[in-house]
């Protein structure tokens, strides 16, 4: 009898501990809702150390996940990346716990946080010092704990220091929203469903983004070989042979990078950032702004000016847009300003630094780092392009002109695909609000469910 009072108090205890007072609720939920902090909702593991002598074998039984892999995930949230296993014997070797089947694997160091990636596993594994996993409770379905994370911004958590991190106690003082087992159920079916139509129509509207993207390739191609001045070289005498392959070092009096100074939220002159290149033009909106006098003449944009993005995601490093001067600006940090000579026109150079042969070079040369790659100026420098007259340049930038502008249907297909991920972000929203019509309100209240979970944990 003592023995059952005691574990009665100390599960009355845990409870306390475990709701989220009414001043420090982020919002109002259902009323047979409760808000409790994570930490009482399952088990939060740290990942562990992976010597680099017992990587790369893919033979074992058990996966054992870097950050990398976070990028391996099938559309049900599924980690399938297999570029690492370990066996029984080896995972004892490393001392690393084993993470059951169905935790939430997110990554807690490094750039890696702010991609917000969150992976279930299907099989029993290890992760990474990189990385940590949380495995729900039984009261707590697994899929709803899924979802719920990936709502969440957790680089808002992350230290403001040189290596951002995750701390596990901030993690676990979270506010989680926990309805009723059923409604939670009823919550993930009604997720899915709304998502499985969304990813149909993202599919169609991608697939209308790769055709555009195939014949704009196509066009480029033509553009870089010549094919499409044909006519005009033979209109003005020119021969095919004018045209030859030539370094950007030769063309180029200097590749300069931007401002390293802190922007300010508003002033004057722009400061146009890696998000503000997009497409090949220059995206004018999430803007950040310089009102150093200095910096504002040192780095002042002209039009014409071609800004080439050096250091982002493995993806988008490279990408590169023409500055036509609709706005004051100058250019930060992680960008480049190609000063090129007179023999380069800034339009043409532009379209070159976005064609297929551009980016397979930046593949090429790119230096990767954690989710991070980079290309120096050197490098850039030695890219080597098809250059010809200024005349045709001019000429090709002319027709390409014409050309694309009736293939620009990207820019629309990307804000489609954009919303399309921002309607996602918004159903998460509601269904952890209680409003995607799901909850029944006869249904026993979830602290009870709480209750009798601590009282076993």
């Known amino acids: 009898m003592a023995k059952a009072k005691k574990q009665t108090q100390a599960t009355e205890e845990r409870l306390a501990d475990a709701l989220v007072p009414e001043n420090e609720q982020p919002y109002d939920v259902p009323e047979n809702w409760v808000w409790v902090r994570w930490k009482y909702c399952g088990n939060l593991t740290a990942g562990s150390g992976f010597k680099p002598a017992l ?31 370990v066996s029984e014997e080896m995972r004892t070797e490393l001392k690393a716990i084993l ?8 990554a807690k160091i490094g750039e890696a946080i702010r991609l917000n990636r969150r992976s279930m596993n299907l099989v029993p594994c290890c992760i990474d010092n990189n990385l940590m996993a949380f495995l729900p409770n039984d009261f707590c379905f697994y899929k709803y704990s899924f979802y719920w994370s990936k709502s969440k911004d957790f680089y808002e958590l992350a230290n403001a220091t040189t290596v951002p991190a995750i701390r596990k106690s901030d993690l676990e003082r979270l506010c989680f ?5 059923p409604e939670q159920h009823r919550i993930v079916a009604r ?15 991608q697939s209308a ?26 209109k003005h005498g020119v021969g095919i042979e004018s045209w030859e ?6 063309l180029c009096s200097s590749f300069q990078y931007g401002t390293s100074k802190k922007s300010d939220k508003y002033g004057k002159v722009v400061v146009l950032r890696m998000g503000n290149l997009q497409n090949g033009d220059i995206d004018w909106s999430d803007l950040a702004y310089s009102n150093d006098a ?49 023999s380069l026109d800034g339009y043409y150079l532009n379209y070159v630094m976005n064609s297929q042969r551009a980016r397979e070079y930046c593949r090429q040369v790119k230096t990767d780092g954690v989710n991070q790659s980079n290309i120096n100026a050197k490098k850039l420098a030695d890219f080597t392009i098809p250059h010809c007259s ?68």
């Open 55 to 85: 990587q790369g074998f893919t033979q074992y039984s058990i996966p054992f996940y870097k950050v990398g892999s976070l990028k391996h995930t099938d559309d049900y949230g599924y980690l399938y990346d297999e570029a690492n296993t």
């Open 99 to 106: 993470i059951q089947v169905n935790s939430i694997i997110f």
């Open 177 to 181: 929203p926990l309805p009723p087992l």
């Open 191 to 205: 997720i899915e469903s709304l998502f499985e139509k969304l990813d149909r129509a993202k599919d169609l509207v």
């Open 209 to 234: 983004l790769d055709s555009f993207e195939t014949r704009k390739a196509a066009i480029l191609h033509k553009a870089f070989t010549g094919e499409l001045t044909a006519t005009w070289r033979e």
């Open 245 to 250: 392959e030539r370094p950007l070092s030769e």
């Open 294 to 342: 200095e910096d504002n003449e040192k780095y002042k944009l002209s039009p014409g000016d071609v800004l080439f993005n050096r250091t982002n995601s493995p993806e988008h490093v490279g990408k590169t847009s023409v500055y036509r001067g609709d706005i004051p600006a100058i250019f930060a940090g992680y960008l480049i300003r190609i000063n090129y000579g007179k």
């Open 390 to 457: 200024i005349a045709e340049q001019q000429e090709i930038v002319r027709i390409l002109g014409g050309l694309l502008e009736k293939e620009k249907t990207a820019q629309e297909l990307s804000r489609r695909i954009e919303k399309i991920d921002y309607m996602k972000k918004a159903i998460l929203a509601r269904a952890f609000r209680g409003e995607l019509g799901t909850n029944d309100a006869s249904e026993e209240s979830a602290l009870g469910l709480l209750d009798v979970g601590l009282y076993f944990v």
